[in-house]
C-alpha cells in the first residue's frame, strides 16, 4: 500500500521560505517520478513540480526560479523548497506518486503566506 505523507507547510510572511516534505513508503521510490501539486480554495488542483528517477526536474512555467524541487532516494523523500513567496501561493500543497495506472496522492499539508 503506498502512503505519502507530507510535512513542512504553515503560516510564512510574503518573502519567506519554506522547504515541504513528503515521505514515501509502498512504492520502489527510486523508480518512480514524483511529484507536487497544489489546491487553492475554490480553484483546481495545479501541478507544481515534478521530478524523474533519474533526478529530472520539471516545473510550472510561472514557478521557475522560485521553487526547487528534489529527492533523496535513500530516504524515501521528495522535496520541495519555496522561496520569496507570494500570497498567492497560499494552498493546501499535495504530493503526488505516478505509476503506470495512476497517481497517488498524500493527505496535503497547508501553506499560508500572510502578513
Known amino acids: 500500500q503506498v502512503q505519502l505523507v507530507e510535512s513542512g507547510g504553515g503560516l510564512v510572511q510574503p518573502g519567506g521560505s519554506l522547504r515541504l516534505s513528503c515521505a514515501a513508503s509502498g512504492i520502489i521510490f527510486s523508480g518512480s517520478t514524483m511529484g507536487w501539486f497544489r489546491q487553492a480554495p475554490g480553484k483546481e488542483r495545479d501541478l507544481v513540480a515534478r521530478?524523474?528517477?533519474?533526478?529530472?526536474?520539471f516545473y510550472t512555467d510561472s514557478l521557475k526560479g522560485r521553487f526547487t524541487i528534489s529527492r533523496d532516494n535513500a530516504k524515501n523523500t521528495v522535496y520541495l523548497q519555496m522561496n520569496r513567496l507570494k500570497p498567492e501561493d497560499t494552498a493546501v500543497y499535495y504530493c503526488?506518486?505516478?505509476?503506470?495506472?495512476?497517481?497517488?496522492w498524500g493527505q496535503g499539508t497547508q501553506v499560508t503566506v500572510s502578513s
Open positions: 503526488a506518486a505516478y505509476s503506470s495506472a495512476r497517481i497517488t
Open positions: 521530478i524523474s528517477s533519474g533526478g529530472s526536474p
